[in-house]
């Protein structure tokens, strides 16, 4: 068994290149992630790879449960959260990778891609998140 997406209907393929997200067939209003009854009225779409940062933050600190990665203070490393725009459709929360935190600018152009939850653990027990790079 090789990485896997944390969640199933994350990614539209196994490859990770895009990430799922849902457009309500009567208002056509898009939104991420993908509700979690079949009832909603929506079609899965596949989202923009590429948007602009909206805003963010750093995640200085392991967070509570359902946390699933480094949990210990001493082994965490703090990280970018973001809002990420993707034009015309909605905005994505989502880690920032490739990029310190200082670096960080709103209206920043980023793409998607996806990152190992905790990048310590062995390469066949991965598990896969989506993430935004600096373009």
Do not use: C
């Not at 805003?55 to 082994?75: L, N, S």
């Not at 490393?77 to 990420?84: I, L, M, Q």
């Amino acid at each position: 068994m090789g990485a896997q997406p944390i969640a199933d209907n994350l990614f539209t393929d196994e490859n990770m290149t895009a990430l799922v997200g849902a457009r309500n067939k009567q208002t056509g209003h898009i939104f991420f992630p993908l509700p979690l009854t079949p009832n909603d009225d929506i079609e899965p779409i596949a989202l923009a790879t590429r948007g602009t940062v909206w805003t963010y933050t750093v995640q200085r600190f392991p967070p509570k449960t359902p946390y699933a990665g480094p949990a210990d203070p001493m082994d965490f490393k703090p990280y970018v959260v973001a809002y990420v725009s993707l034009p015309g459709q909605t905005m994505v929360e989502s880690r920032l990778t490739g990029v310190e935190p200082e670096d960080v600018k709103i209206g920043m152009e980023v793409e998607l891609t996806a990152i190992p939850l905790d990048p310590d653990a062995p390469a066949d027990e991965q598990i896969m998140i989506h993430a935004f790079q600096p373009v």
